[in-house]
């Protein structure tokens, strides 16, 4: 499978909150994570970050989704880029909050970094966490 393949299966699998469980396949161990995002600042692995998503998408945002704008791979860096739409609604149980009934529609992107052995090397999350946390009734 291709790089950008890899990279793909393993955007799905974390978009579509399968957690550590369902990534893992995808993903070099120690992987590293990144995000100058408040609510995700700390989490340091891509497996960590996988399992956040799926807590979130499971629990506060119960029935949330996302919608690929574009996607890129680079060969030279070995990296693919995903600009993706998350929609996601405060029904669920969990939150700083109580449910609010408020939604979000929040852009990011991905920078996916493929190592030689095409496993997840790095992940970096670039996201303005306060629109969409200010949507939801967080903020």
Same mark, same amino acid.
């Given at each position: ?41 700390? =989490? /340091? %692995?891509?497996?960590?970050?996988? &399992?956040?998503?799926?807590? $979130?998408?499971? +629990?506060?945002?119960? *029935?949330?989704?996302?919608? =690929? /704008? %574009?996607?890129?791979?680079?060969? &030279?860096?070995?990296?693919? $880029?995903?600009? +993706?739409?998350?929609? *996601? ?51």
């Amino acid at each position: 499978m291709s790089k950008m393949g890899i990279a793909t299966n393993f955007f799905h699998a974390c978009e579509g909150l399968e957690g550590r469980s369902g990534c893992q396949q995808y993903v070099a161990d120690g992987a590293r994570f990144e995000a100058q995002s408040e609510p995700i600042a700390d =989490i /340091v %692995t891509v497996l960590d970050y996988c &399992d956040w998503m799926q807590g $979130l998408g499971q +629990g506060p945002l119960k *029935g949330c989704n996302y919608r =690929i /704008v %574009t996607s890129s791979f680079d060969e &030279d860096s070995s990296t693919a $880029l995903f600009f +993706g739409t998350f929609t *996601g609604k405060h029904i669920g149980e969990g939150g700083p909050v109580d449910a609010t009934g408020k939604e979000t529609s929040s852009h990011y992107v991905y920078a996916i970094t493929i190592n030689d052995e095409n496993k997840v090397s790095g992940m970096i999350k670039i996201w303005n966490a306060p629109w969409a946390l200010t949507e939801l009734g967080w903020m």
